[in-house]
């Protein structure tokens, strides 16, 4: 499970550093005045909660094989949760363009989610 892991995080880590800067060029492409601290905060808060979520599945994924799936959803219910309450709190705003911002981080790191916890669930017996 450990090299596994160490590839997970090697190939998530590559990925959205690449989607973080490749999304950067863009909005500076498209609109250079555009403030771009949502994209960083987005960015920050899915790669944190990607990497700690993994990591409680994996830990998970032993005791209560019969119930990651539903742990699983509640973890991304959890996730778009809390980051609309954080951004509520710090009175931002949430216009299109800024949950599009938000939403491209979160797919690419659900996308890594899904992933990793497929193979987990199939190694389960």
């Known amino acids: 499970m450990g090299k596994k892991l160490f590839y997970f995080l090697s190939l998530f ?14 909005l500076n492409a498209l ?19 990607t990497l700690l979520f993994t990591a409680l599945i994996i830990v ?9 799936g539903f742990i699983f959803m509640a973890g991304s219910l959890i996730k778009i949760g809390t980051f609309l309450a954080l951004n509520k709190l710090n009175n931002l705003e949430m216009s299109k363009n800024v949950f599009l911002d938000f939403f491209i981080a979160y797919v690419i790191c659900l996308i890594f989610e899904v992933y990793y916890v497929s193979k987990i669930l199939n190694t389960i017996k």
Not at 13 to 26: A, K, R
Request: net charge positive.
């Open 60 to 68: 998970l994924s032993k005791k209560y094989k019969d119930q990651l």
């Open 13 to 26: 880590i590559l990925v959205i550093v690449i989607s973080y800067f490749t999304h950067l060029g863009i």
């Open 31 to 49: 609109f250079p005045t555009k403030n771009l601290s949502i994209v960083n905060i987005s960015y920050i808060f899915n790669t944190a909660f």
